[in-house]
Every structure is written in C-alpha cells, then in structure tokens.
Nanobody
Framework: QVQFVESGGGLVQPGGSLRLSCVASGIRFGTYAMGWYRQAPGKQRVLVASITSGGTTGYTVSVLDRFTISRDNAKNTMYLQMNSLRPEGSAVYYC????????????WGQGTQVTVSS
C-alpha cells in the first residue's frame, strides 16, 4: 500500500525555520522523483519543490534560495528545510511523487501544518 507520512510542521515566527520530513512506503522510493506540495486555505495544492531520483532539485520561484529539498533513499525519507519563512508560506504541506502517485485523496498523507505568524 502506497503511503506518505509527513511531519515537522508547527508555528514559527516570520523569518524562522522549520524542517519537514516525509517517509514513503509501498513504492520503490529511490526510483521516483519526489515533491513537496502545499495547500493554503481556499487554494489548490501546488508543487513547491521537487527532487529527481538522481538528486536534481527544482523550486517554485517564491521559495527559491530559501527552501532546500533533499532525500535519503536508504531511509525512504525526503526532507524540506525551510528558512526565512514568510506568512504567505502558511499552509498544509504534503509529500508525494512528482507527478503525484494519484489524484485520489487516499494516496495523499495527512500533511503537516505550517503556520508563519508573529
């Protein structure tokens, strides 16, 4: 069964940092490109960072130079280091393959809430 479990979110002040983690199971993790997605209230879920099986990374412009995506294939785990956080970064963050394994909700995890506020 394909499963993604996110953790590491929380409340942080503007300018602060958080590190998110994602553990994947049910897939050959090391062979897939992976991505971090986020969904703000009332908005669609969007991809913010991605990493190929070989380690090539990509970022949406709004997080470039502030977020760093990485992966540990031996642990089936992906990370997102988020620095210089801004209030507009408040959202539920999800991980999945890139492109997503499925559009069905049961192939998405619960996500982890990130709130950037003073």
């Amino acid at each position: 069964q394909v499963q993604f479990v996110e953790s590491g979110g929380g409340l942080v002040q503007p300018g602060g940092s958080l590190r998110l983690s994602c553990v994947a199971s049910g897939i050959r993790f090391g062979t897939y490109a992976m991505g971090w997605y986020r969904q703000a209230p009332g908005k669609q879920r969007v991809l913010v960072a991605s990493i190929t099986s070989g380690g090539t990374t990509g970022y949406t412009v709004s997080v470039l130079d502030r977020f760093t995506i990485s992966r540990d294939n031996a642990k089936n785990t992906m990370y997102l280091q988020m620095n210089s956080l801004r209030p507009e970064g408040s959202a539920v963050y999800y991980c999945n393959t890139d492109p997503p394994w499925s559009t069905r909700n049961d192939y998405w995890g619960q996500g982890t809430q990130v709130t950037v506020s003073s």
